[in-house]
């Protein structure tokens, strides 16, 4: 009868101990679920994307209207001095100028890009104006260019309504 007894506990301690070593069963379901909880909250909190430096494309315009007309030297020289000083909250700005964007008539415009690591650079600076990150500014003035660097690169606001103004008419 002792016998007996002793070896059902026995019996039950093992069935109590290969319970605590079990290995979880991995199904196609539970590795699916983990996935899943990774992307959904994970990554974001992980990495917080919004925190990661975004790289920035000026482009002021030096055509025939922008450049000999309005004279978009003076643009680019108040970005190139802003951008000195500016704090731009780690995003980076490279500026340059390019040859005309077909808007000749709202000059001075002025592109900002950003560039994104996916994006192919020969298309870029085929189509610079193409892609959601392209923002075209439409009769942009020398003092403008510290507005333009604050919110649209600092902060990443861009100045949408400043992408459908019209220039102011000719004095008569
Ligand atoms: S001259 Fe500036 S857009 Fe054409």
Redesign the pocket.
């Known amino acids: 009868m002792g016998d007996r007894r002793a070896r059902r506990l026995s019996l039950a301690d093992r069935s109590r101990s290969a319970a605590a070593n079990t290995i979880p069963v991995v199904t196609a379901a539970s590795v699916a679920t983990t996935a899943m909880r990774s992307t959904a909250a994970g990554y974001h909190d992980v990495l917080n994307w919004d925190a990661v430096p975004k790289k920035y494309q000026i482009l002021v ?1 030096r ?5 000999d007309r309005l004279h978009s030297v003076d643009v680019h020289s108040a970005f190139d001095r802003e951008l000195k000083v500016c704090n731009l909250a780690g995003n980076e700005a490279t500026l340059g100028l390019y040859s ?5 008539k709202k ?3 002025v592109l900002v890009r950003e560039v994104r690591p996916n994006e192919n650079t020969r298309m870029i600076m085929l189509m610079p104006t193409a892609g959601p990150g392209a923002f075209l500014y439409h009769a942009v003035k020398p003092d403008e260019a510290r507005r333009i660097l604050e919110d649209h690169i600092a902060a990443g606001r861009p100045l949408v309504e400043w992408t459908r103004r019209l220039p102011p008419e000719p004095a008569p």
């Not at 055509?63 to 450049?67: A, H, I, L, V």
């Not at 005309?100 to 000749?104: A, I, L, P, S």
């Open positions: 315009c055509g025939p209207d922008c450049g005309c964007f077909g808007r000749c000059g001075v415009n």
